[in-house]
């Protein structure tokens, strides 16, 4: 007798014994098992908050708590995690609070898990630090995506509204690391757009530019921004 032989309430009641990494293996075996532990994995899960840390320093893989799940860019346990549960996933954090050197390539593998597995369940998402052009990644439309926070990243390859056709909300802030935006960022046009905060560094406060993107918009509600 092999443990796939057993019925849906008996092989969830072994499978609930494991951890969230084991389970996470467990679901890599078959699509039986696999939807066994998505039905195990998504009362911890859903409605939390996701968070990819690209300067991980703890000793374990992953934390999961009451605020959410973190983990580090453990390649294996993040492609086994969002082939898995990323259609459980409606707010996403990835980044890191510091600017400075992170491993590029594990980040361009991570962006593209995002892109393949969870593009059509997003609706929050927030980049902090992410490397220039490690966004280039997202090549879906995330249909779904209402807010977009951006912290020191911005994607390349696609147009915002094309990758975030229905956002309500933006917020981007370059202050820090002196990133310049494309100028087709100030001419596009976000249909439902209505709340727009935005922090440009000092070489980037261009009062034409930011006229453009009033003139694409005018139906935003409220706007912040270090450009008046």
């Known amino acids: 007798m092999k443990i796939t032989d057993l019925n849906f309430d008996c092989l969830?009641?072994?499978?609930?014994?494991?951890?969230?990494?084991?389970?996470?293996n467990v679901a890599d075996c078959n699509e039986q098992l696999r939807y066994t532990v998505r039905y195990l994995i998504a009362p911890m899960i859903k409605g939390s908050t996701v968070n990819v840390w690209l300067r991980w320093f703890m000793t374990t893989d992953f934390l999961l708590n009451e605020k959410g799940?973190?983990?580090?860019?453990?390649?294996?346990?993040?492609?086994?995690?969002?082939?898995?549960?990323?259609?459980?996933?409606?707010t996403l954090k990835m980044g890191t609070?510091?600017?400075?050197?992170i491993d590029s390539?594990?980040?361009d593998r991570i962006v593209s898990y995002v892109n393949e597995y969870c593009s059509e369940f997003l609706i929050t998402i927030r980049f902090m630090?992410?490397?220039?052009?490690?966004?280039?990644?997202?090549?879906?439309?995330?249909?779904?995506?209402?807010?977009?926070?951006?912290?020191?990243?911005?994607?390349?390859?696609r147009k915002l509204s094309e990758l975030f056709p229905n956002l309500r909300k933006i917020k981007l802030d370059a202050t820090f690391d002196a990133m310049t935006f494309p100028d087709e960022f100030y001419t596009d046009h976000y249909p439902l757009?209505?709340?727009?905060?935005?922090?440009?560094?000092?070489?980037?406060?261009?009062?034409?530019?930011?006229?453009?993107?009033?003139?694409?918009?005018?139906q935003l509600k409220s706007i912040k921004s270090n450009m008046w």
């Open 193 to 218: 757009l209505e709340h727009l905060t935005f922090f440009a560094c000092p070489r980037e406060q261009n009062h034409k530019k930011l006229s453009l993107l009033f003139l694409s918009n005018p």
């Open 129 to 157: 630090n992410c490397p220039r052009d490690s966004l280039k990644g997202l090549t879906k439309p995330f249909s779904k995506v209402e807010t977009l926070v951006m912290e020191n990243s911005f994607p390349t390859g």
């Open 69 to 90: 799940l973190y983990m580090g860019v453990n390649l294996k346990f993040c492609l086994q995690f969002f082939r898995c549960c990323g259609h459980l996933v409606s």
């Open 105 to 107: 390539v594990k980040c």
């Open 12 to 24: 969830a009641s072994c499978l609930q014994h494991l951890d969230f990494a084991d389970l996470l």
């Open 97 to 101: 609070f510091e600017v400075g050197p």
